[in-house]
């Protein structure tokens, strides 16, 4: 599966990882998305500021830490684990992909769905072609070492 762009995990970094690996290639930076985020909070302060600075919701939100900086995250998208924390890409048949989303929500975990058109990427066309069939499930980042202890 070395055609599928696969960006793993690095430090707490999950949007990124995340975009990335959706878009299939090296297109954001942790400063391109805390430049981002920045951008979102200043709209939204703006935004708040239109029902009055002086507005009891004002002061509080100006209180509260920004939610557009968020360290954690999980990202699967049609029949591939694209988990950042995994050694590589993990094919998902149709049947077990919706079980495995069941499973996230019913832990908690946030499910992002992404519509629109997206840029071609070589990996799409491949599995337009040809059938993909995985020889061996990856394992999560440092796996193996912690089997070793």
């Given amino acids: 599966m070395e055609s599928i762009f696969h960006e793993k ?6 949007a990124q990882h995340c975009l990335n690996n959706l878009l299939q290639g090296e297109y954001f930076t942790p400063v ?3 430049s981002i985020a920045h951008q979102l909070d200043e709209e939204e302060r703006m935004r ?10 004002y002061r509080t939100f100006l209180q509260q830490p920004s939610g557009n900086l ?18 590589g890409p993990e094919l998902i048949s149709d049947t077990y992909l919706a ?8 832990e908690g975990y946030s499910i992002f769905v992404i519509r629109g058109n997206l840029p071609e990427c070589e990996a799409e066309q491949i599995l337009g072609i040809m059938r993909v069939q995985q020889q061996q499930r990856p394992r999560l980042i440092g796996e193996d070492e912690a089997r070793n202890i």
């Avoid at 708040?48 to 919701?57: D, L, N, Q, Y």
């Avoid at 079980?99 to 019913?106: E, I, K, S, Y």
Wanted: with cysteine; glycine share 8%; charged share 15%.
């Fill in 32 to 34: 391109d998305l805390s």
């Fill in 9 to 14: 995990q690095e430090g707490s970094l999950c």
């Fill in 48 to 57: 708040m500021a239109e029902g009055g600075i002086a507005s009891v919701e």
């Fill in 70 to 87: 968020d360290d954690s995250g999980f990202f699967s998208i049609q029949w591939f684990n694209l988990n950042s924390l995994l050694t």
């Fill in 99 to 106: 079980l495995f989303l069941a499973q996230l929500q019913q």
